[in-house]
């Protein structure tokens, strides 16, 4: 039904592609009627096909259908169910169809009895949108899978043969039923393989037993030994070598192999020594010490000691990637010191666009009518950019046809491989033949099957040459029995071992008699030195190989690097004058400087304020100092000019914000701001009434004062007897909230 539905709208493709388009616009549009040549014109629809679109236009008056030209559309049709796309040309909405279906599948079989056609149901739900998808699939045969047996009963399956899709995902499933009572309860006889009798040994006679339960049909009877009856030399006089003595000849039973008569030893002479030369070691090759060996037998007798090869010192050239377009390297690596390739860099071509095996293709088959070749239209989406590529191929031909079988039609196949990303894509579609009916069994003989040695032969029978269904079954001959023939042995190698001598049949080539193993010679062991590693440059195990061979007992392995022993070298502070270091790194074991100490600048001084340590005199100079305050240590001393005489001495003012240089605040309950006077002058105080008793406690005389604002002005004038020694008073300020502000040009100090 699928196949009727695709070829009927292949037909209504056809046929839009060969309406007649006229009147056209530089823009596709369709500006007259084709049929009347009318201009009272509307767009109707638009269709879609092959990645085009195309606008369809409806005449008003003889409401016949104009096609305009086949668009490239601008969107990317979405490929999800969850996806949306619009058309910006035509503005049609498009959705995607593309279902994520799950693995597992909720599946409800009918009918399924062993005896008559079944029914299957399948549902299931997108993982991305939720929708849920069931079909049912009728009319489903069964097939043997497990034919019965003296015991067992018959054992069918049923299964859709093109499977059963949901969603866009094709399904294959299956169910299996046992048919009771469908035993044969006839034995199936294979037959036991008899074994002759040995010399020593006794054999047993042929047997059989039941291929399915196991059953003995046919019990086997023991043969009795026959005892030792022929003798023969089964080893040859051989000749002494120099460490190996020689032997004379051996005679054994031919029937058993028990030796009847023993060797005899033949002394060995010993050795012909030769000196082997020394070989002097290379930049890339391993040199060797003086040796002896036996120019007869060719024995080492002093081994010469490998002396290890000077080696390269491998640097890495840094492999470059390829890119969609240009070329790549693969990396490589070469000796610094003799310029040695030891892996080229080879060109990498570059990738272009690329598309995985397995990746999700789109097939757009367009099928003509008259069986002529189809063309077809194969999107993916690259690996590398995510872009959507395609191909177009025009070769697609009605290449053959697939017969009717026994019981189904025939069909008619387009197939074609395409090439995309790399990758080769393989397509068909098929077309129901309603010319090629079922056509029934076709007899075949199939021929009877002589008997081996221990398989059996087959009688003749028929069957169908079309569907292989079996017409006249075959019967079991039984198997012949084995032709012996001696295997020689083999002697052991110093890697390899040996095997005595064996029997098999000439026929089937069965071992009658197992080759027992001789063991090897074993190698002669050489130690490889071990190479201490260094901070930056790896060392090796020690190892060991086989003189002889040269084969690899014991491997070297490779000591990583020890890496730098990191010490830290302290930073160093910057003071005033001197500069400062930040902190750095070396290596204890080779000194090399894993962190570089970088230099600090000096921090210069921060000076405090300048304070008076030697008072002003009429006529003597006085001194101030200021200190630095990331050093104590570091001090700044100037004069202070002679007073001269009192009316031109300066007087300490405390004056308002406005006409200070500098203010200071007590911003916590029991800060203290001092002002010191050499002079029994007038001060002139701002601050709040809370302060004015703190005056009067130090025998402070208020002289005026004012409240701008509910601020207080005050002109204080000390007590004598509140002056000290050297003539200064001090005032102490202990509210929280006070203010004083100070003009620094009468050189007045604020001491806090």
């Known amino acids: 039904m699928k196949r009727i539905v695709q070829n009927l709208l292949a037909v209504f493709l056809l046929a839009v592609l060969l309406v007649p388009v006229t009147a056209l616009g530089e823009d596709g549009t369709v500006t007259k009627c084709s049929n009347c040549n009318s201009t009272n014109i509307y767009m109707n629809r638009t269709i879609w096909r092959n990645g085009k679109h195309c606008c369809v236009y409806k005449c008003d008056d003889c409401r016949q259908e104009t096609y305009g030209s086949y668009v490239a559309c601008d969107v990317t049709m979405p490929t999800k169910c969850t996806e949306k796309a619009t058309c910006p040309t035509c503005g049609k909405k498009y959705t995607g169809t593309t279902h994520n279906m799950p693995d597992e599948v909720s599946w409800t079989w009918n009918n399924a ?53 949901l969603g866009g995902r094709r399904y294959s499933p299956s169910f299996t039923v046992e048919i009771p009572n469908t035993a044969t309860g006839r034995h199936f006889p294979i037959p036991d393989k008899g074994k002759p009798a040995t010399c020593t040994e006794p054999g047993l006679t042929s047997g059989s037993h039941c291929y399915d339960c196991n059953k003995v049909l046919e019990a086997q009877k023991e043969i009795p030994a026959s005892g030792h009856l022929d003798v023969y ?35 060995a002479p010993g050795h012909k020594e030769v000196t082997d030369a020394a070989v002097a070691a290379t930049c890339t090759k391993t040199g060797k010490t003086e040796g002896k060996h036996c120019s007869v037998c060719k024995e080492v007798l002093v081994e010469q000691e490998t002396i290890p090869a000077t080696g390269h010192k491998e640097v890495t050239d840094a492999a470059v990637a390829p890119t969609c377009t240009k070329n790549g390297l693969t990396e490589g690596s070469h000796c610094s ?51 959507t590529i395609s191909t177009t191929a025009n070769n697609a031909t009605y290449w053959h046809s697939i017969n009717a079988t026994c019981t189904e039609s025939g069909k008619n196949v387009y197939s074609i491989t395409v090439s995309l990303g790399g990758q080769d894509f393989y397509g068909e579609k098929e077309v129901k033949n309603p010319d090629a009916p079922a056509r029934g069994h076709t007899e ?28 006249k079954a075959q019967e079991v001959i039984p198997a012949l029995g ?68 040269n084969e690899v007992l014991k491997a070297q392995e490779v000591i990583p690097a020890l890496g730098h022993t990191e010490v830290t ?3 160093v502070a910057p003071t005033c004058t001197e500069t400062g270091l930040t902190e750095g790194k070396h290596c204890s074991v080779c000194n090399k400087i894993l962190v570089m100490q970088e230099e600090i600048p000096a921090d210069g001084h921060e000076w405090g304020e300048w304070f008076v340590t030697e008072a002003a005199k009429e006529s003597e100079s006085g001194k101030e100092t200021r200190v630095c305050r990331r050093d104590s240590s570091h001090t700044q001393t100037r004069e202070i000019p002679a007073l001269g005489n009192e009316s031109n001495a300066p007087r300490l003012h405390v004056l308002d914000k406005q006409n200070a240089d500098r203010f200071f605040e007590t911003t916590q309950q029991g800060s203290t701001l001092r002002v010191v006077s050499e002079y029994d002058e007038v001060t002139v105080l701002t601050g709040t009434s809370e302060i004015l008793n703190k005056l009067l406690e130090q025998g402070i ?39 004083l502000y100070v003009n620094r040009e009468l050189r007045n100090e604020l001491l806090l």
């Open 113 to 165: 009895d062993g005896k008559n056609m079944a029914s299957v149901t399948g549902t299931a739900k997108c993982i991305d949108c939720g929708k849920t998808f069931e079909k049912t699939r009728y009319s489903i045969a069964y097939k043997i899978t497990t034919k019965p047996t003296c015991q067992l009963n018959q054992k069918v399956t049923y299964a859709p043969q093109d499977g059963v899709t």
């Open 569 to 571: 070298d302290a930073a």
């Open 482 to 549: 084995h032709t012996e023939v001696t295997d020689a042995a083999v002697a052991p190698t110093c890697t390899e071992t040996g095997k005595t001598e064996g029997k098999h049949c000439s026929v089937c080539n069965e071992v009658l008699k197992a080759q027992e193993v001789i063991p090897a010679l074993g190698h002669t062991e050489v130690t490889d030195a071990a190479v201490a590693p260094t901070c930056t440059e790896t060392g090796k195990t020690e190892g060991k190989h086989c003189s002889v061979c």
């Open 701 to 739: 005389q208020i002289l005026e004062f004012v409240t701008p604002q509910g601020t207080v002005r005050v002109a204080v004038k000390p007590l004598l007897n509140a002056m000290g020694s050297n003539g200064k008073f001090e005032l102490s300020v202990t509210k929280q909230g006070a203010t």
């Open 444 to 471: 075949v003989i199939d021929a009877a099957v002589a008997p081996t040695c221990t398989e059996t032969g087959k009688t003749e029978g028929k069957h169908c040459s079309v569907c292989n269904t079996v017409l």
């Open 337 to 387: 010191k003799c310029g040695w390739v030891k892996q080229a860099q080879k060109p990498i071509s570059a990738i272009g666009h690329a598309v995985e095996k397995k990746a999700e293709t789109v097939w757009e088959w367009n099928i003509p009518a008259d069986g002529s070749f189809a063309s077809v239209k194969v999107s993916a989406q690259c690996k590398n950019c995510n872009d």
């Open 233 to 267: 030399a089964s080893k040859l006089e051989q000749a002494a070598t120099c460490t190996q003595d020689g032997w004379t000849k051996e005679t054994k039973c031919k029937n058993c192999g028990q030796t009847v008569k023993e060797r005899e030893r033949i002394p």
